[in-house]
């Protein structure tokens, strides 16, 4: 049961105060992305668990600043942020509003200097999301949503009278149903956890969402024969390439509800759909919590040329026909 209420005007104030956050983490972003050519840069990298899972002093930096304004202006509201967990917080969810922040999506990529980097702020009310913006600041690039108000794309320097760009990109048209995966572009990741029993599977999978020809018996599979597989190294920006119809589908395993809670609103809103990544039946707060993701692209506009079962449909034959070809991965919750 549903505990709390709110109205479309405390939505707007929410989408409004998390652009802002985005905007000032923006620049903090930034400069932490160019000191990479300062000497300090050996200073950059602080190790988490493993050689492949990231952390710099930057995302802790920018986490700190965004969780002091939440306290400070969200009385009452609690925060979930992936440096905060790490640190040791509990970072349970519950029906109260919650921020679910992740202050730089693709750590990996900001120490490298490859420009798909994103603060992503979600909130959830009742363990659904309501509100997302993802903030691509090297790039400029501000993915936002509410429920029911539709996904926009646009610049911080944008106008602020205007919403920016619709998505899909396609908008006013809705973009043509997908047939089938091997119509599809996809997007998949390794993940930071590189242990052989979650590795192995992965690559199995994504062989199998791409290969032309199944794995001999007894392992075998369908395969997908899709037109390509992409990692951009960030889930978030993953997840904002199909709300704009660019990835026509996104599978992973293992991310966490830092990465996709913005993500899950926003390409919801862009009339993309976000399942488990395996095949079970899942409410919001056991798909936040399930670290297993399948994202498909919306196939629908508003002009009411395609019905919406007919779009329902064509979504849930790519799920199953993803759910088919991959591995049925269950990763823990530490
Ligand atoms: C990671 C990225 C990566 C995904 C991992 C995430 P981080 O987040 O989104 O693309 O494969 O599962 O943990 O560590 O860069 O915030
Ligand atoms: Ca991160």
Redesign the pocket.
């Known amino acids: 049961m549903a505990t709390h209420s709110y109205t479309a005007q405390d939505l707007e104030t929410y989408l409004q105060f998390a652009i802002r956050l985005a905007k000032m983490a923006g620049p903090v972003i930034r400069e932490g992305f160019n000191s990479r050519f300062t000497p300090e840069r050996s200073a950059l990298l602080i190790k988490k668990g493993n050689s492949a ?2 952390v710099t002093e930057w995302d802790q930096k920018v986490e700190k600043m965004v969780r002091a304004e939440i306290d400070e202006h969200m009385k009452g509201h609690s925060f979930i942020g ?1 440096e905060s967990v790490a640190a040791g917080e509990h970072g349970a969810l519950t029906d109260a509003p919650t921020w679910i922040v ?1 202050p ?5 990529n900001f120490v490298h200097g490859f420009p798909y980097v994103a603060i992503s702020i979600g909130l959830t009310i009742n363990q659904e999301p309501v509100v997302g913006v993802i903030y691509n600041p090297i790039l400029d690039q501000l993915f936002t949503a509410a429920k029911g108000k539709g996904a926009f794309l646009s610049t911080i320097n944008q106008d602020p009278r205007s919403e920016g760009r619709r998505l899909p990109l396609s908008h006013p048209h809705p973009p043509a149903p997908l047939p089938s995966l091997s119509m599809a572009l996809v997007a998949g ?4 956890d590189r242990k052989a029993e979650i590795i192995d599977p992965k690559v199995k999978s994504m062989r199998n969402l791409s290969a032309r020809d199944p794995l001999p018996e007894p392992s075998a599979r369908k395969v997908g024969h899709a037109h390509g597989i992409r990692c ?5 920006l ?1 997840m904002m390439c199909v709300a704009q119809g660019q990835f026509d589908v996104y599978w ?1 395993i ?3 509800e830092w ?1 996709v809670c913005a993500g899950i609103i926003i390409t919801r809103e862009a009339g993309g759909i976000v399942v488990d990544g395996c095949g079970d039946k899942v409410n919001d707060a056991q798909l936040l919590t399930g670290r297993r993701f399948l994202v498909v692209r919306a196939c629908s506009g508003n002009d009411g040329s395609i019905l919406p079962e007919d779009v329902a449909a064509a979504q849930k034959n790519i799920v199953d026909e993803v759910w088919s070809v991959v591995e049925n991965l269950r990763l823990k919750r530490e």
């Open positions: 899972d990231l992936e992740d730089i999506d693709g750590t990996c990741e390794y993940g930071s951009l190294g960030s889930a978030a993953n992973e293992g991310c966490w990465d």
